[in-house]
């Protein structure tokens, strides 16, 4: 296996990459049960450049260090202010209510790089220094990320519905904890 990689990403660069980080959403939410559209893709493209100017923006990408399709995966995402939460997710939870949170937005690793830590990685890097007390992102409640997310410590706490997306599971972390358990060990 060839090495990667692990850098932040500013929104520069994001500007100036933005085909190449379309070509990598195209490739995985084409797949099934995303079965995403061309026009899905381009959209995707249009939002990343918008969300890099947010607050609290953050974009964390794998890279081979040599070699063709340089970019392996990447995982970005935006602060949520304490007032704000998933659009069509009905009420938030109390447990979140009044705290700021930190949405992953978008979470991608090229196939042939899926079980081999990558994606543990971004999730971990681009959460990593969070000031947030709570992590909230959407994920298809059929996807192979499903499982892997709970296994990862995130609980669903709501179901949000798109005419786009059908139904997705709005899942949180809370945010710190592996520092306070590193500590006490």
């Known amino acids: 296996m060839t090495s990667y990689a692990l850098r932040?990403?500013?929104?520069?660069?994001?500007?100036?990459?933005?085909?190449?980080?379309?070509?990598?959403?195209?490739?995985?939410?084409?797949?099934p049960p995303y079965n995403e559209t061309q026009e899905?893709?381009?959209?995707?493209?249009?939002?990343?450049?918008?969300?890099a100017a947010a607050p609290g923006f953050s974009f964390v990408v794998a890279e081979r260090e040599a070699g063709s399709d340089s970019i392996i995966?990447?995982?970005?995402?935006?602060?949520?202010?304490?007032?704000?939460?998933?659009?069509?997710?009905?009420?938030?939870?109390?447990?979140?209510?009044?705290?700021?949170k930190f949405a992953v937005m978008e979470f991608a690793v090229r196939?042939?790089?899926?079980?081999?830590?990558?994606?543990?990685?971004?999730?971990?890097?681009?959460?990593?220094g969070r000031t947030e007390?709570?992590?909230?992102?959407?994920?298809?409640?059929?996807?192979?990320?499903?499982?892997?997310y709970r296994s990862w410590g995130w609980e669903q706490v709501a179901v949000s519905y798109t005419p786009r997306l059908g139904s997705m599971d709005v899942l949180i972390k809370r945010l710190g904890q592996e520092r306070v358990d590193a500590d006490q060990a």
């Not at 042939?112 to 959460?127: I, M, N």
């Not at 007390?133 to 892997?148: E, G, V």
């Open 73 to 100: 995966g990447f995982a970005y995402g935006k602060a949520f202010s304490a007032d704000r939460w998933w659009r069509n997710a009905g009420e938030e939870p109390s447990l979140t209510r009044g705290a700021a």
């Open 8 to 31: 932040s990403v500013g929104a520069d660069e994001i500007a100036a990459r933005a085909a190449e980080f379309r070509s990598l959403y195209a490739c995985v939410y084409g797949e």
């Open 133 to 148: 007390p709570f992590a909230t992102l959407c994920a298809n409640p059929t996807a192979p990320a499903r499982s892997i």
């Open 40 to 51: 899905q893709a381009d959209e995707f493209a249009d939002h990343l450049v918008e969300d």
């Open 111 to 128: 196939p042939g790089w899926r079980r081999q830590g990558v994606g543990r990685a971004l999730l971990s890097e681009v959460l990593s």
